[in-house]
């Protein structure tokens, strides 16, 4: 395993409210003990590097939650003790999700000197009833300062947005599109609103005070998105992830090629030495946890061959490069993991590109991922006979 490239994932679950569309593992607390947590989230790294000697460190990645709530000084004890157990690449990436009200913006400088090499401002949206809605706690003019304040401080600044809200329009949409990508970032993502089950806009929904933007108009704002954003050098490489070429998300491409990475923190998930780890989401339950047996592991399970592949062919879908079928069943010894008359017909429909044993889904194929694999994936790839 020396050298082999591992990725790493911090998860901080506290934010200062829940938004109504959020399914995330965030959570609200009046009083967050930032020295406890520090050791706790050190004593779960150092878990995960006991397991994972000699390995190549290619990201480090602070999601929530919001992380630019926590202190610097924790940003940068788990920096430094993750480049101690491990190599550190020469180009290691190091990003760090943060809201832009004026407080977290304010850290932006020190988080830097942490280490932190990449941001990625959730602005949502350029619009203050947009933000309302989505139950933001920052306004637009707060937002545009924030990222005049990160570009000023980190090298890559990435920013989301949510669009296809109720009533959203495809003028509306392409006024706030070419705003965003006069700003000068070189990475976006760019979500449609989806309702998550359980969160407040999912009760709203069921109770007939929300009504989502149909599913054609969607598609609509879709196609949209991806004229613009590939017209101004930023093509999507991934279903809502849109850079300049050498600019994508190197962390999140870790997950989207199956590569191994460690999950700390709470409800962070890992996918490392053929097993699937889950961390406790509560965090009062992962702390007990911590300090009952020195990890925060609720569940840990090692990850059949069939089960994998499927995911990688799920992840490797998502990507603009697509994926290698055969690669993957070569790589989990299993026989074919995909029914190629199936992939043929979606070729001829323009759903799927097919380059020898390589697929990529078209423009509409992104539309309905789901449906896609639902036709190809084989449920129960045919094992190959092991000599
Ligand atoms: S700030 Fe992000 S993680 Fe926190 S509640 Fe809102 S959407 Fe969820």
Redesign the pocket.
């Known amino acids: 395993m020396n050298g082999e490239p591992l990725a790493l994932y911090v998860h901080w679950p506290f934010?200062?409210?829940?938004?109504p569309?959020?399914d995330?593992n965030?959570h609200v607390r009046a009083e967050i003990d930032q020295e406890a947590w520090r050791a706790a989230l050190l004593a779960d790294l150092a878990h995960e590097a006991q397991l994972l000697p000699g390995r190549r460190l290619t990201s480090i990645f602070f999601g929530?939650?919001?992380p630019s709530l926590m202190e610097p000084a924790t940003v940068e004890a788990l920096i430094d003790a993750a480049t101690g157990y491990w190599q550190a690449a020469r180009d290691i990436e190091i990003t760090l999700e943060a809201?832009p009200n004026s407080v977290e913006a304010s850290r932006f400088a020190d988080l830097a000197s942490a280490g932190v090499n990449r941001l990625s401002l959730?602005l949502q949206s350029f619009d203050d009833k947009a933000l309302g809605f989505l139950?933001?706690?920052h306004s637009a003019r707060e937002g545009f300062r924030a990222l005049e304040i990160a570009q000023k401080n980190f090298r890559r600044v990435s920013f989301d947005l949510i669009y296809a809200l109720p009533g959203d329009s495809e003028d509306g949409w392409s006024a706030m599109l070419a705003q965003a990508l006069s700003l000068g970032t070189s990475h976006l993502s760019l979500y449609q609103l989806t309702i998550e089950p359980g969160t407040r806009f999912a009760a709203m929904a069921g109770r007939g005070e929300l009504e989502p933007l149909d599913a054609d108009a969607a598609a609509t704002l879709y196609e949209l998105t991806d004229a613009m954003t590939s017209a101004a050098g930023m093509p999507a490489y991934e279903i809502s992830n849109y850079a300049r070429p050498g600019r994508e998300s190197r962390h999140n491409l870790t997950y989207w090629r199956y590569g191994d990475y460690a999950g700390i923190g709470p409800g962070a998930h890992g996918r490392r030495l053929g097993k699937r780890t889950v961390r406790h989401r509560k965090p009062e339950n992962f702390l007990s946890a911590l300090a009952r047996n020195g990890r925060g592991m609720a569940e840990e399970a090692p990850l059949a061959s069939t089960e994998a592949a499927d995911e990688a062919l799920v992840m490797g879908l998502r990507l603009r490069e697509g994926v290698d079928a055969s690669a993957i069943a070569e790589r989990f010894e299993l026989g074919e993991i995909v029914d190629w008359r199936r992939v043929d017909r979606l070729v001829a429909s323009g759903h799927l590109g097919r380059d020898g044993t390589r697929l990529q889904l078209t423009a509409s194929g992104r539309l309905v991922l789901d449906h896609i694999l639902g036709q190809i994936a084989l449920s129960e790839p045919r094992a190959l006979a092991v000599a």
């Open positions: 934010c200062v409210s829940k938004c569309y959020c995330f965030s929530g939650g919001t809201n959730g139950g933001r706690a």
